[in-house]
Nanobody, 124 residues
């Protein structure tokens, strides 16, 4: 599967963005999907993940109800709605996919497919 993330940009603190990750292929609904981010000089960290059917989600603690992950299998797309953005949310956000039956795993090493990132910049 090939992944293409989009939707990043510059937003003021308190604002919102919706990231999209479009996947190629006919088997998108079989994949668990995740979002990760990497800030300058920092290690990559887990943001959110969703099961193949969208019924189960997992979020990093810092999300605290601000972000929502969802998917539309008919459109081969996973979304990350980000509200109440903070300057600390500034990072390159990447989507990832796995066929491993682990549920919405937060571990990057469990994901076999990665898209290029989209930059989110939150100004104070």
């Amino acid at each position: 599967v090939q992944l293409q993330a989009s939707g990043g940009g510059l937003v003021q603190a308190g604002g919102s963005l919706r990231l999209s990750c479009a996947a190629s292929g006919r088997t998108f609904s079989r994949y668990t999907m995740g979002w990760f981010r990497q800030a300058p000089g920092e290690e990559r960290e887990f943001v959110a993940a969703v099961s193949w059917d969208g019924d189960t989600t997992n979020y990093a603690g810092f999300v605290k109800g601000r972000f929502t992950i969802s998917r539309d299998n008919a459109k081969n797309t996973v979304y990350l709605q980000m509200n109440s953005l903070k300057p600390d949310d500034t990072a390159v956000y990447s989507c990832a996919a796995t066929l491993r039956q682990l549920g919405p795993t937060p571990l990057g090493r469990n994901y076999a497919y990665w898209g290029q990132g989209t930059l989110v910049t939150v100004s104070s």
